[in-house]
């Protein structure tokens, strides 16, 4: 399986951004999601969504985060609205089937 994140970049505190990640090769998904590591610490989760449509969020993004995929569940979606300072990080989309596979990251930095 392979995954292709896209989506990070540069935004203002406030502003939003939409991450997208494509998994190629996997029609057994079970889970997919996003986490990121901000420089030094480790990295954390940020959101999941099962392949029945069952959502987690860590609880410094609830409320302004949203997962969702698309009906092959070959592709996850993380929109990130009112963006922090402390948002910035790199973010990794992750599928797991019978094996888990990790992207290889998209920055987000917020920044003023």
């Known amino acids: 399986v392979q995954l292709q994140a896209s989506g990070g970049g540069l935004v203002q505190p406030g502003g939003s951004l939409r991450l997208s990640c494509v998994a190629f090769?996997?029609?057994?998904?079970?889970?997919l999601g996003w986490y990121r590591q901000a420089p030094g610490e480790q990295r954390e989760l940020v959101a999941t969504i099962t392949r029945f449509g069952g959502v987690t969020y860590a609880d410094s993004v609830k409320g302004r985060f949203t997962i969702s995929t698309n009906n092959a569940l070959n592709t996850v979606y993380l929109q990130m609205n009112r963006l922090q300072p402390e948002d910035t990080a790199v973010y990794y989309c992750n599928v797991k089937d019978s094996r888990e596979y990790w992207g290889k990251g998209t920055q987000v930095t917020v920044s003023s």
């Open positions: 090769g996997s029609d057994r998904v079970i889970k």
